[in-house]
């Protein structure tokens, strides 16, 4: 006779094995405990066979074990060690750096706000390095030090007047390309789009 074991604690289907005849009643058979005689079901995709001991019958339980899960609240990856349905407040999908997850559609959407902070804060500083950069060309330290040598005389101060005024004109540029982002008139450009645009550093 043929018996079907399962776990202590999740009462899942561990092995089909053998039933060991009584010693003592010819005909009978032992069924140890977390055991029964009822055939457990075919194996169905995504689920695991659990006994209902109270019932007497075996279910499917969703099993996701192992599966990588996100918290809509703070994004935390983890992985599910339980039997059952994903737990409210994660989800499967794999939200990526802006987004954040809404709770009417059940989904992570993209928080533009914080994308374009995001964006806004990559160029200053793309554009900041482009400064610093062409100063250190000149033998500055960056545009700050190019800068604190136009505003008296010394043999640097023709060159310096240049680089101060190029960088200022270059952040002029930024905030023309950035009050036409906030118009509507353009779309948020990227890093390489706004370097384009700045205008050429002249000796």
Same mark, same amino acid.
């Given at each position: 006779?043929?018996?079907?074991?399962?776990? @202590?604690?999740?009462?899942?289907?561990?092995?089909?094995?053998?039933?060991?005849?009584?010693?003592?009643?010819?005909?009978?058979?032992?069924?140890?405990?977390?055991?029964?005689?009822?055939?457990?079901?075919?194996?169905?995709?995504?689920?695991?066979?659990?006994?209902?001991?109270?019932?007497? =019958? +075996?279910?499917?339980?969703?099993?996701?074990?192992?599966?990588?899960?996100?918290?809509?609240?703070?994004?935390?990856?983890?992985?599910?060690?339980? &039997?059952?349905?994903?737990?409210?407040?994660?989800? @499967?999908?794999?939200?990526?750096?802006?987004?954040? *997850?809404?709770?009417?559609?059940?989904? +992570?959407?993209?928080?533009?706000?914080?994308?374009?902070?995001?964006?806004?804060?990559?160029?200053?500083?793309?554009?900041?390095? &482009? &400064?610093?950069?062409?100063?250190?060309?000149?033998?500055?330290?960056?545009?700050? !030090?190019?800068? !604190?040598?136009?505003?008296?005389?010394?043999?640097?101060?023709?060159?310096?007047? @240049?680089?101060? =005024? +190029?960088? !200022?004109?270059? *952040?002029?540029?930024?905030?023309?390309?950035?009050?036409?982002?906030?118009?509507?008139?353009?779309?948020?450009?990227?890093?390489?789009? $706004?370097?384009?645009?700045?205008?050429?550093? $002249?000796?």
């Amino acid at each position: 006779m043929k018996i079907y074991n399962y776990d @202590k604690v999740t009462k899942e289907f561990i092995s089909e094995t053998n039933a060991t005849e009584s010693p003592l009643e010819k005909g009978k058979y032992l069924v140890p405990a977390n055991a029964t005689t009822i055939k457990v079901n075919a194996v169905k995709t995504g689920y695991t066979r659990v006994f209902n001991e109270t019932k007497k =019958v +075996w279910e499917y339980v969703e099993d996701n074990r192992g599966m990588i899960i996100y918290d809509t609240g703070t994004k935390q990856e983890s992985k599910v060690d339980y &039997l059952g349905a994903i737990k409210s407040g994660f989800t @499967k999908i794999k939200p990526t750096e802006f987004d954040v *997850w809404d709770t009417k559609t059940n989904a +992570w959407v993209i928080d533009t706000v914080a994308e374009q902070e995001a964006q806004k804060q990559s160029i200053n500083n793309a554009i900041q390095n &482009l &400064l610093d950069t062409t100063a250190q060309k000149y033998r500055y330290d960056n545009i700050m !030090s190019a800068r !604190s040598y136009a505003g008296y005389t010394n043999p640097f101060q023709v060159e310096a007047k @240049k680089l101060a =005024v +190029w960088a !200022s004109n270059c *952040w002029v540029k930024a905030g023309q390309i950035e009050a036409n982002v906030q118009s509507g008139t353009i779309p948020m450009p990227t890093v390489a789009e $706004v370097l384009a645009q700045m205008p050429v550093y $002249v000796a």
